[in-house]
């Protein structure tokens, strides 16, 4: 697909990767429906996309929020018109341990909130972005693109109990979605980062980096830029459907 011109939603764009890839989508000409749940990161990454002469509209949308989804869907297709793809790139973390014990005592265990948080944006705000993406684009009757970010933790990852289970379903929903959507032109495809340059790493102990570095065969962590690249090329792309990219720098969990 030839993205100039083109309406792309994005949420998750108030920062970070979801940031990275709204820069690079507007310099290749698309236009940007930009989703977050707060609107000052927004108007950051609009200010970013204006001053690359890109063309955007924010959405204030907590995307676990079904009224809110729908509404702000609705609104895209007034504002843009024809939607022609969509990145799920909201995410969130509430990491920890499933029980913590010391001396044969339970002290500490994973508690629902931290569990149900994080699978309502990361896999419940997926499928309810993904679903309204989707009519939009099958009622356009143009087709379209979907790309869900997962993570390379679906596969498990110690600490991270909701968020595993939160992109291993991410992940699934690119699968199922591939095989249902095409009928109507839509492709679907997911992105699994590895360890990626965010504000949460950049806080880190050297000695913690360097460690981390030193487990990623490549010696660096990933950059956003680097995704926003790879959402670049799927986009591009038109026979890519129905898989997940590992973009990790040869890390495996």
Not at 122 to 151: D, Y
């Amino acid at each position: 697909m030839d993205i100039t011109g083109k309406v792309i939603a994005i949420t998750g764009a108030g920062r970070g990767l979801g940031r990275a890839i709204a820069l690079r989508l507007a310099s290749q000409g698309a236009v940007l429906a930009l989703i977050d749940v707060n609107r000052a990161d927004l108007e950051v990454t609009e200010a970013e996309v204006r001053s690359r002469d890109g063309r955007c509209a924010l959405f204030v949308c907590n995307v676990a929020d079904e009224p809110e989804v729908e509404a702000t869907f609705v609104a895209i297709e007034e504002q843009l018109g024809a939607l022609h793809g969509l990145v799920n790139c909201a995410g969130i973390l509430r990491d920890g341990m499933l029980i913590k014990m010391k001396e044969g005592e339970l002290v500490e265990k994973m508690s629902l909130s931290q569990w149900q948080a994080v699978i309502d944006v990361n896999l419940t705000g997926t499928f309810l972005c993904g679903r309204e993406g989707a009519a939009l684009m099958a009622k356009g009757g143009q087709g379209g693109v979907i790309i869900n970010i997962s993570s390379i933790a679906r596969a498990g990852n110690i600490g991270q109990s909701n968020y595993a289970a939160s992109k291993a379903g991410v992940a699934s929903l690119v699968v199922t979605w591939g095989r249902e959507l095409a009928r109507h032109g839509i492709r679907v495809m997911g992105i699994a980062p590895g360890v990626f340059a965010t504000d949460m790493t950049a806080a880190m102990k050297p000695e913690a980096m360097a460690r981390m570095q030193q487990a990623i065969p490549v010696g660096a962590l990933g950059q956003g830029e680097q995704l926003a690249q790879t959402v670049q090329f799927i986009l591009a792309n038109d026979y890519l459907s129905g898989r997940i990219i590992d973009l990790d720098g040869g890390l495996r969990l």
